[in-house]
């Protein structure tokens, strides 16, 4: 009964490449959340999504930033361009529902470093 | 906009000296408020979901309490590997969840 599997765990990336970030969510789980913690800051939302749709994306940078969730697939979280900026911790969580009743599941991150 | 604040920031407590941590909160139209652990270089651990001001939630040494303005985290004769950072986060109808940004807890042997 795997969790929620993310990968890499690690990334490093120069000034102007591309990250992409990839969530597999838990088994049975249809909605899928990223958010990005810099460090001594708490988690921030990014965007919420089920299978082919982003149903909230308002947490998202308006530039470089995407996301998507194929109908095959793991969740990806796609930066363009990155700048020092972007540095952080890259969280995805999945829930069973979207009320959150039971809570989400979180992975164990991405840490992305841009030098 | 829903927010949450938490306090202390850090908490250095004694195995054994009980204590609690604070979460302030406003939200429209409360679902859900919810506390997790962080170990560090982890992701969020979830601990607890209370619905309405009364309610509480036991685990272990942890016991969550709710009123409809705050929440408070109480911590039993804490040992050291309640070391962590506890979060607390809201959800207003159905809406995403927002995150405070934490009480690192330090329980020392």
């Known amino acids: 009964n795997a969790g929620v599997m993310q990968n890499p765990r690690h990334l490093v990336r120069r000034r102007g490449q591309e990250a992409r970030l990839r969530c597999s969510p838990m088994k049975g789980h249809s909605h899928v959340y990223w958010y990005r913690q810099l460090p001594e800051e708490g988690l921030k939302f990014m965007v919420y999504?089920?299978?082919?749709?982003?149903?909230?994306e308002s947490g998202m940078p308006k530039e470089r930033f995407s996301a998507e969730f194929p109908k095959e697939g793991p969740s990806i979280l796609r930066i363009q361009q990155v700048v020092r900026g972007d540095s952080a911790a890259y969280f995805c969580?999945?829930?069973?529902?979207?009320?959150?009743?039971?809570?989400?599941?979180f992975g164990s991150g991405t840490r992305l470093t841009v030098v | 906009e829903d927010q949450v604040t938490q306090s202390p920031e850090a908490l250095r407590l004694q195995e054994g000296e009980s204590s609690s941590l604070n979460c302030s909160y406003t939200?429209?139209?409360?679902?859900?408020l919810f506390w997790y652990r962080q170990d560090p270089g982890k992701g969020p651990e979830f601990l607890f979901t209370l619905y309405s001001a009364g309610e509480e939630k036991e685990k272990e040494r942890l016991k969550a309490t709710l009123t409809k303005k705050e929440s408070f985290l109480h911590i039993t004769a804490p040992k050291p590997e309640d070391s962590a950072t506890y979060l607390c986060?809201?959800?207003?109808?159905?809406?995403?969840?927002?995150f405070g940004t934490g009480t690192k807890l330090q329980v020392i042997p």
């Open positions: 939200v429209s139209g409360l679902r859900g």
């Open positions: 969580a999945s829930s069973k529902d979207r009320g959150a009743n039971y809570g989400y599941t």
């Open positions: 999504l089920q299978k082919e749709n982003i149903i909230d």
């Open positions: 986060a809201v959800q207003g109808g159905y809406q995403k969840v927002t």
